[in-house]
């Protein structure tokens, strides 16, 4: 898992957390917030982002799940909370 992927993780935890009904992230949200963080961080290219990969992988990985939109798997929240940490 690399950045790109932590991205994806921490938008959707974002997403969820800011929204009043905890209401999951539809895919159109996540890739739009997905691109437009890419093209602020000045670390990350364009060319590496493939999200639609980057989303299945996760989800494949059971970090992710989709039940009417996108929300993280326990072992999703563990994974994302290992990543904040070692960046700290």
Do not use: P
């Not at 980057?54 to 326990?74: F, H, Q, W």
């Amino acid at each position: 898992m690399d950045r790109y992927d932590s991205l994806i993780l921490e938008i959707i935890q974002q997403h969820i957390s800011c929204s009043s009904e905890k209401e999951r992230i539809k895919l159109r949200g996540l890739e739009k917030t997905f691109w437009k963080e890419i093209e602020s961080h000045k670390d990350l290219s364009v060319g590496h982002g493939r999200v639609g990969e980057r989303i299945t992988k996760l989800y494949v990985n059971g970090l992710i799940e989709n039940k009417n939109g996108y929300a993280l798997t326990r072992k999703g929240k563990v994974e994302l909370n290992v990543r904040v940490e070692q960046t700290q």
